[in-house]
């Protein structure tokens, strides 16, 4: 294994990547969270394989003394792949690789099979995906010692058909988790739960696999990864690597004459000025990246970039290209190659591309808008530097609260640590699908609570009342004739996605989410695919199928909804004062109600339009805080500003979050009322956006009075009069942002934080 390392040309590992590495070979899990390019693969590899190369070949293994060669770097063609020994019984050390997106996954395969070239069929990995062919699948499941999946095809395609994965199970050595902060929220709740059956139908065949995870840097990693294999695991936080210098610019677009919604001043969007600043660095042959969060954003950055580059010439409008997910897996690969190659010189991309791809040697990085944790930003600007040389990174604020904090407050960005990752294992609504498809794979036991935690007795008694798992003697059984694994929709999609179909010629463009659809997908809003512009003619919401159009309206769509709260359960309160701060369940009824047309390139709003689509209700965890009548008279907020004041605090209150916990503004929502009909007081909500709760309400309710001041401070500093995108207006506001009172808000937030302890 040494001498493979240094046939890469590395002569030594860095402090970091030795440390981890023996923790590992030490059978210690372990977590990497270092900076982006700081080698962790290798940190992982080294003792993977290693105890690959130990199983394959030791002393006591007849079946693979005399290895044969097999293509070690083809991927594909079992056709012409032999079996290593008589049969797969032979591996006697296997490891299992877990990453979030196929892309990923199909990169380490790349790597490993360059890494391990010397040592021959010793190491052979094996991408298990929804891609992979039949064929492929029996050879990986029988031969492959180092199966490269994702925890999708693990909960779906290995776990149910364990037995068949015996002789891989019973050898599994280690589990590698790359990209582990990805996990996060309720996506991370239910890979939790996916290791745990992991970890029981291993311990069935007699293996107890060591844990290594690869993140981005963040807070309490070690905490974070025993959360989410429940687990003891080391942490390794110390980077080691050598570093060029970065320089990293906080841009602010300036305010234009436009006027906005109820008058507030117009700022050039984020989107507008990125594409400015790609053009300009491509036109000097800067190789950028530029990181948006919506896959629209990308579409129209490209978009502005290529237009005004064609006026430049040289062909360089060609060199600018979108990337995000969403598109076909072909189309995906071929802008990949590209920007590998030179070939491209500008990208604009989702974080589709941010999870781990290899796009090493760009030379800058755009950030448009501020990607949500401050992880994220230093995982997106690690992209730029080319083998230690100087990069430039930028990032481009948004109209929005959050963003605007950030650039006038550069020490939250640069002087706090990242934050850490949230999710929560013992969410009732992840539990309770994953112990069916855990009684599916082997009957669940009274003593399966110590794995899957405090709920599980409550949760197992639940499910036998509701037939969903039958009792026999001391065991529970899944008798359905149903696969368990359907009830965990673990993407948290809401259900099967939307399919974009283009009328008249049938052709599929791609898929959004459910749970995105009525809000993206809606009657007459705008799809970009690829430069080009459609308009929606008809959300078929039975079908499931959006139908539409090639248009180019000099417009863009925003959603608009209408949600309300109910209050089932106070898990936890706090008095501030008079004021009362609580956590627990809440039924949220939302719907989509209209739209707003924009202008591309400027945002001004030129109409809004009625939609009539169905409402849909959620049971989640919510944060939320009542005032009195006697502080609303101490704050001076007399009822003509009461709903704008609470209304003003919600909206920036969400806007703020996402710099306390690993969410952003999407995954939340909040409500505000001046009498609620549970608490009889005026309260304001704020809520996870996913069934069962995500962690962040929760977050909220333990970080609250750093947070609340964090969103009065946001508030009181920005330069506007009334209320503007900065402070408190809201992109996805339901009521068109009225009404709003901006110092009202200061007032009641300064008063409720008066008594805060
Ligand atoms: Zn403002
Ligand atoms: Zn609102």
Redesign the pocket.
């Known amino acids: 294994m040494i001498d493979a390392v240094r046939e890469m040309g590395i002569e030594r590992p860095w402090e970091h990547q030795a440390r981890a590495a023996a923790h590992a070979l030490n059978g210690e899990s372990v977590i990497v969270s270092t900076g982006t390019a700081s080698g962790k693969s290798l940190a992982y590899l080294v003792p993977t394989l290693s105890a690959l190369v130990e199983g394959a070949a030791g002393p006591t293994d007849e079946t693979a003394t005399a290895p044969q060669r097999t293509d070690a770097t083809n991927g594909r063609g079992a056709a012409g792949r032999r079996a290593p020994g008589r049969d797969g019984s032979a591996r006697r050390s296997t490891a299992l690789y877990l990453a979030p997106t196929k892309a990923l996954a199909a990169d380490q395969r790349r790597a490993i099979a360059e890494l391990a070239a010397p040592l021959g069929d010793l190491v052979r990995p094996a991408v298990f995906d929804g891609d992979t062919p039949y064929e492929e699948r029996d050879w990986a499941r029988l031969f492959a010692n180092y199966v490269l999946t994702n925890p999708d095809m693990l909960h779906r395609g290995i776990l149910p058909s364990h037995a068949r994965w015996s002789s891989f199970l019973r050898a599994l050595r280690y589990v590698v988790i790359d990209e582990s902060h990805v996990y996060r929220g309720v996506f991370g709740s239910h890979v939790a739960q996916i290791l745990r059956r992991l970890r029981r139908v291993c311990a069935r065949y007699g293996s107890a696999p060591v844990f290594l995870l690869a993140s981005a840097t963040a807070a309490e990693p070690g905490e974070t990864a025993t959360r989410l294999t429940g687990l003891p695991v080391t942490e390794i936080t110390e980077d080691c690597s050598p570093r060029g210098e970065l320089v990293f610019a906080l841009w602010e677009p300036p305010l234009t004459e436009l006027e906005g919604e109820r008058g507030?001043?117009v700022r050039r969007t984020a989107t507008a000025e990125a594409a400015d600043l790609l053009t300009d660095l491509a036109v000097q042959d800067v190789r950028t990246v530029a990181f948006v969060r919506s896959r629209r954003g990308a579409e129209l950055i490209s978009l502005i970039a290529q237009d005004r580059l064609a006026s430049v010439g040289r062909g360089l409008s060609a060199r600018v290209a979108a990337y995000r997910g969403g598109y076909l897996p072909e189309e995906r690969r071929a802008l990949e190659r590209a920007l590998h190659t030179g070939e491209l010189l500008g990208l604009s991309a989702t974080n589709a591309l941010e999870l781990g791809v290899d796009v090493s040697g760009l030379d800058a990085v755009l950030i448009t808008g501020y990607p949500g944790t401050r992880a994220s930003v230093w995982q997106q600007a690690g992209r730029a530097g080319r083998a230690g040389q100087g990069a430039l990174a930028v990032l481009v604020a948004r109209d929005d609260?959050l963003d605007?904090y950030l650039v006038h407050h550069p020490d939250s960005l640069f002087r706090t640590p990242v934050e850490s990752t949230v999710l929560d294992p013992d969410n009732p609504y992840v539990l309770a699908p994953h112990l069916c498809a855990a009684a599916s794979e082997i009957p669940l036991a009274e003593g399966d609570s110590e794995l899957f935690g405090p709920t599980y007795a409550g949760l197992v008694r639940q499910l036998t009342e509701r037939k969903l798992l039958r009792r026999r003697g001391s065991s529970w059984y899944w008798t359905s004739k149903e696969r368990a694994v359907d009830l965990a929709d673990i993407r948290g999609s809401g259900g099967r996605p939307v399919q974009i179909v283009e009328a008249g010629t049938g052709h599929l463009l791609g898929t959004v989410d459910a749970s995105a659809a009525h809000s993206t997908v809606h009657d007459g809003a705008v799809h970009l695919h690829q430069g080009r512009t459609y308009v929606v003619k008809h959300l078929d919401l039975d079908d499931s199928a959006a139908l539409v159009e090639e248009a180019n309206p000099p417009w863009t769509t925003m959603a608009r909804d209408t949600t309300a709260v109910s209050i089932l359960e106070t898990e936890a309160q706090v008095p501030w004062g008079e004021a009362r701060l609580c956590y627990g369940s809440v039924e949220v009824t939302n719907q989509v109600v209209s739209y707003l047309r924009r202008r591309v390139i400027t945002g001004e709003v030129l109409g809004e339009t009625k939609l009539d689509l169905p409402p849909r209700t959620l049971r989640t965890r919510a944060v939320w805080w009542t005032v009195t009548e006697d502080q609303l008279d101490a704050a001076r907020i007399n009822p003509d500003v009461l709903a704008g004041a609470l209304h003003a605090a919600e909206h920036a209150a969400i806007g703020l979050l996402p710099l306390f916990a690993t969410c952003d503004r999407w995954d939340i929502g909040g409500v505000s009322v001046p009498q609620h009909a549970d608490t009889l007081l005026p309260t304001v909500f704020v809520y996870d956006g996913q069934a069962g709760g995500a962690g962040f309400a929760e977050r909220a309710f333990h970080t609250a009075r750093a947070w609340l001041s964090a969103t009065r401070d946001a508030?009181a500093a920005?330069?506007?009069?009334?209320?503007?995108?900065?402070?408190?207006?809201s992109p996805k506001c339901g009521n068109g942002n009225d009404p709003l009172h901006?110092r009202g808000a200061v007032r009641l937030l300064t008063e409720l934080l008066s008594s805060a302890d």
């Open positions: 507030a001043p609260p605007t508030i920005c330069e506007c009069d009334a209320g503007c995108p900065s402070c408190i207006q901006k």
